[in-house]
């Protein structure tokens, strides 16, 4: 039996997390959350792996741009998708410089779940 | 008769729903969210929308307070709560609340403190009509659910 997608949900907005890691869940990912960019740092040092990260762009403690660069420091390959909110094309692109594989706006549609999946069925 | 209970509620929970589109209240993102509800998660949206609310109303708290209190108001810190709620309305479709609070942020970056005023009372309405009209839908959706259920 193929293994489920594992995906890693960072939000300090628990709503939003509540809502993306159920719009994954009805695409048959397995899903974790947390509240900003350190938690998701941590987990991956304690050994944790995800296929995908849907990394929020603002949040307190370590935002979305310092834990992508971090990760990638690590030699973190996951999959990691960045999601926000304001619509600022600049601080878009500062986010896809940090190590993006893409970047989009909140909230998630299941367009944007399925572009996701196809991207990762590539890598 | 139960049968009739059960779409007369069904009627009045559609009708409802309609008048919310209809008068811009909510947008088509509420039924984005609803697509997520199924039996494995029956009060999805029920949950989603008591955490917004949590949130909301700490906001609001928290924009009339840093409008009222005091004799200088933080208009940077009020444009991050409106920025944050702007995120959470666009998320649930709460299409009315969204478009007053960008009405709000523009005063907020003008510091035009009666503006902003205006746009909190407007805002503050706006919030009560819509947790109410939500409410009387989930009691609705709660009944009709209860109605089928006795009527297997």
């Known amino acids: 039996m193929a293994r489920k997608i594992c995906a890693l949900v960072v939000d300090d907005d628990p709503m939003v997390r509540k809502i993306h890691g159920m719009l994954l869940i009805k695409h048959g990912l397995e899903t974790e959350g947390v509240e900003n960019g350190k938690e998701a740092v941590e987990l991956f040092l304690s050994g944790k792996s995800y296929d995908l990260v849907l990394m929020d762009m603002e949040m307190p403690v370590m935002d979305g741009p310092k834990a992508t660069k971090e990760l990638r420091a690590m030699g973190v390959r996951s999959m990691i998708v960045g999601v926000t909110g304001r619509g600022v094309e600049a601080e878009k692109e500062a986010f896809m410089g940090a190590g993006l594989d893409s970047c989009w706006d909140k909230p998630l549609n299941p367009k944007a779940v399925v572009s996701m999946l196809d991207q990762l069925a590539k890598k | ?152």
């Open chain 2, 1 to 152: 008769m139960l049968g009739f209970r059960v779409e007369r509620l069904w009627a009045d929970m559609t009708g409802l729903l309609a008048l919310l589109f209809h008068q811009g209240v909510l947008d088509e993102q509420f039924l984005e969210l609803q697509q997520l509800q199924d039996e494995s998660s029956p009060n999805f949206v029920l949950e989603v929308f008591n955490i917004y609310f949590h949130e909301a109303e700490k906001l609001l708290r928290s924009l009339r307070s840093l409008l009222v209190d005091g004799e200088f108001s933080d208009y940077k810190k009020m444009r991050i709560h409106l920025n944050l709620l702007i995120g959470s309305s666009s998320t649930i479709g709460a299409k009315r609340i969204r478009n007053v609070c960008i009405v709000f942020r523009t005063a907020s970056d003008q510091n035009n403190k009666i503006g902003c005023l205006r746009a909190l009372e407007l805002l503050e309405y706006e919030y009560c009509y819509l947790k109410n009209k939500l409410h009387e839908l989930f009691q609705i959706e709660q009944q009709r659910i209860l109605a089928a259920a006795i009527r297997e």
